[in-house]
C-alpha cells in the first residue's frame, strides 16, 4: 500500500473540528449537533466542553435566552472542572457570566430598556 496515507485523527477530534468550521460560519445547531457528539464519543474532550458553551451562549445571544446563557455557562464550567488550566474556558465563562447580568438586567428593568 505505497502513496496511501491514513488520518491519525480521533473521531471525536473529527466532530469538534467540523463544529468549529459550522460554528465560524455561523451554522450554530450544526456546530452544537457536532460538539455534543464529540463529547458523546469522549465526555473528557475540554475544548468539545468548551466549544458548546460558545454556541451555545451564541444562541441565547441571538434568542435572548437566559436559560441557555446559563447553561453555556455549566459547559464552560464543565470545561475548567476537567482542566483548571484550559485558557479560554476561565474567560469565556467571565464573559457569559457579563451577558447573564445584562440579561437579568434587562428582565428586571422589563422590555426595552
Known sequence: MTGVQTCALPIYKAFNN???????IG???PAERC???AIELFQ??????????IVTARQGL?????????????????ALKLN???PDAEKNVRYVDG?????????????GT
Open 44 to 53: 473528557g474532550y475540554v475544548a468539545a466542553w468548551n466549544n458548546l458553551g
Open 99 to 111: 451577558l447573564i447580568k445584562k440579561s437579568k438586567g434587562k428582565k428586571e428593568n422589563g422590555p
Open 84 to 86: 483548571p488550566a484550559f
Open 18 to 24: 467540523l463544529g468549529a468550521a459550522f460554528l465560524e
Open 35 to 37: 460538539f455534543r457528539k
Open 27 to 29: 451554522q450554530l445547531e
Open 62 to 78: 441571538r434568542d435572548n435566552d437566559l436559560a441557555r446563557l446559563q447553561e453555556a455557562r455549566r459547559y464552560m464550567q464543565r
